[in-house]
């Protein structure tokens, strides 16, 4: 059995990496930028849960290495193709100057399904960057006697 070549897709954000980093480890930073509802658990062996689109994907944090390095396992409960926890990304933070090159490599994906990954992780690495890049906006105060 041949193994397929890793999917690699790659990004600059103008942040250093103890920036970025969290939003590879904490729930409501990441749903910022891929899924709508997470549950980590990010250490070696911990839970790592992500609801994106209409898949539930799940697997294991093999590695977390802050603020420069991240691995999991990848999958989709009950698929035959990619089924939870067959495949593992890797991140990797790499300080650019001011700035980091966020590596994405998902290893162990069938070729048939390296298209589409490939066109979803350069979208979400996109949505990655407007997150990081968005003003952080304070809460909203309330008004004596509002809601």
Known sequence: ????????????IAAPPATVFPYLVDPALMIR???????????????????????????????????????????????EVIPAGSTTIEILLRPDG????????????PPSEQPAHLEGWSTCLGCLVRALSAPKTAPAKRSPGGP
Request: overall charge negative; glycine content about 8%.
């Open 1 to 12: 059995m041949t193994i397929p070549e890793p999917l690699t897709a790659s990004v600059r």
């Open 33 to 79: 930028w891929i899924g709508h509802w997470a549950d980590l658990d990010p250490e070696p062996g911990g839970v790592f849960a992500l609801d994106v689109e209409t898949a539930a994907v799940r697997g294991r944090f093999l590695s977390v290495e802050p603020p420069t390095r991240v691995v999991f396992t990848w999958g989709v409960p009950g698929s």
């Open 98 to 109: 001011p700035d980091t090159i966020v590596e994405l490599v998902h290893h162990d994906l």
